[in-house]
């Protein structure tokens, strides 16, 4: 995968965490900052954004999403590319997302090193490449969340 699409995806991951974090402070102006998140990415990105029970409009239907609560999901608008962050409620929800994938046709990209895994996430995530000729998907997970940058291949 070229630098610039792992940077991009990295980046439009990040937004989506962040957005998942700001969703979980229980407060008076929760509404007001998830609305405000939502309209700057959608303002940023020209697309679909939904920061709680949703998969973003677009997303496509052979990419399957561990099962649990969708926290984030934000589509470009132009199908180019999907956030999707997931509170899993399976017991191991990288082997539960890892294994949905595989059944639905999808290869892990094995290509990558345990270092340039680490060097995207910075250590903290388990992070996988996965293809099946039209889509990538990196799906990264930490602890019960479960997130899938899909990109067209």
């Known amino acids: 995968m070229p630098r610039t699409a792992v940077r991009a995806a990295l980046a439009v991951a990040a937004a989506g965490l962040a957005a998942g974090l700001l969703t979980g ?5 929760e509404d007001l900052v998830q609305n405000g998140v939502e309209d700057a990415i959608e303002g940023a990105t020209g697309g679909d954004v939904s920061l709680g029970g949703e998969l973003p409009e677009g997303f496509p239907a052979e990419i399957p999403v561990v099962e649990g ?5 934000i589509g470009t608008g132009d199908a ?4 999707v962050v997931v509170d899993s409620t399976a017991a191991d929800p990288a082997a539960a ?16 090193t345990q270092e340039q ?3 995207l996430t910075g250590g903290q995530l388990d992070a996988n490449v996965y293809s099946n000729g039209t889509y990538l998907v990196l799906l990264t997970v930490q602890d019960s969340t479960v997130s899938y940058t899909v990109t067209p291949k």
């Open 69 to 73: 609560q969708i926290t984030v999901g």
């Open 25 to 29: 402070c229980v407060n008076p102006v």
């Open 117 to 119: 895994r680490d060097a």
């Open 97 to 112: 997302a890892a294994s949905a994938l595989e059944e639905a046709g999808f290869a892990e990209d094995t290509s990558m």
């Open 80 to 83: 180019n590319g999907w956030v």
